[in-house]
């Protein structure tokens, strides 16, 4: 179901699994090119990482994909779909709470790298940093159903308006 208002495009999706939530991720991802900035919401354990995951493998990402919560940052190097080489950078910015921790870690230097696809969790903290235009996905699980979640993904910006239509 997609569903329109002025500010941003929603596609809105469900899954029952880790499988469904790794699909939906990975044509997510056939839109996404080198320079993009994705943010995810989410509550603890909703399917962040999973559909960080999903990305990732689209981009035959061939390391373990891993949660970064106390890395902060992990860089993986993928292949676009044409054979050249992405950098993919997953960010999570959680456990942060100050400015200072954001300019320690370079975010703003790592958000501006033009050869690389930026996935962003817990964007919230990010405070002020993120572009105007970036997409967002926020992934939620349903009253009474664990094993259930719907994710809205969406474009935030006019530049990515016309990805997101695709």
């Given at each position: 179901?997609?569903?329109?208002?002025s500010s941003m495009e929603s596609e809105i999706y469900s899954s029952t699994s880790e499988d469904e939530t790794h699909a939906v991720a990975a044509h997510f991802a056939s839109r996404l090119k080198k320079g993009d900035i994705v943010t995810l919401s989410g509550e603890l354990g909703a399917g962040k990482?999973?559909?960080?995951?999903g990305i990732c493998s689209y981009f035959d990402v061939e390391d373990i994909v891993s949660s970064p919560t106390f890395s902060i940052i992990n860089v993986y190097t993928g292949r676009l779909r044409s054979g050249e080489?992405?950098?993919?950078?997953?960010?999570?910015?959680?456990?942060?709470?100050?400015?200072?921790?954001?300019?320690t870690i370079g975010l703003e230097e790592w958000l501006a790298l033009p050869d690389a696809i930026k996935l962003i969790e817990w964007p919230e903290k990010a405070n002020g940093c993120l572009s105007r235009q970036h997409y967002h996905v926020e992934i939620r699980?349903?009253?009474?159903m664990d094993d259930r979640r719907q994710i809205c993904i969406g474009a935030v910006g006019a530049a990515c308006l016309g990805h997101a239509q695709k």
């Open positions: 179901m997609t569903t329109t208002t990482t999973e559909f960080v995951r080489p992405v950098r993919i950078v997953h960010v999570d910015l959680y456990r942060l709470k100050t400015k200072h921790e954001l300019k699980t349903l009253p009474g």
